[in-house]
């Protein structure tokens, strides 16, 4: 880490206890790794909010017999102008596909990519996840 700057926070006691048991939860060793931590989700949030260049995954369970379905994804993903760097697909059951697409681009374009993929008949369920590249992070 760079240089580090001490700080100190004023906080209800009702709200620290609860934050303590969080963290304790989760595992992080003290209460300045978990700050760090929602100041990097924050943080994320902003660089998604500014439409700047993300990472993403979209997760989607689909019924791969549904007719068309499968080449309807394929051709959302392919004329997504370079969105999508990759998708893994596996076999759930007889009918039921997971697949997880991974993409990078202005946050706007891939919510709007995911949503067109998320509201296309025969897709079950899905989340996108939005991320940092990690280049402004520290």
Do not use: W
Request: aromatic share 2%; with cysteine; proline share 0%.
């Amino acid at each position: 880490m760079g240089d580090l700057v001490r700080t100190g926070l004023s906080l209800e006691r009702e709200l620290l206890v609860s934050f303590d048991k969080t963290i304790s939860r989760k595992g992080y060793q003290n209460r300045s790794e978990a700050i760090r931590d929602l100041i990097r989700e924050h943080l994320v949030g902003e660089e998604a909010d500014e439409n700047k260049i993300v990472v993403a995954t979209l997760t989607l369970v689909y019924d791969h017999h549904r007719a068309g379905l499968s080449e309807k994804l394929i051709e959302l993903q392919h004329r997504a102008g370079g969105k999508v760097l990759a998708v893994t697909h596996v076999h759930l059951d007889h009918h039921n596909c997971l697949e997880v697409v991974i993409m990078k681009g202005r946050c706007g374009g891939l919510r709007r990519l995911g949503d067109q993929i998320l509201s296309t008949r025969g897709v079950k369920h899905g989340r996108l996840v939005v991320t940092s590249t990690g280049k402004h992070l520290q």
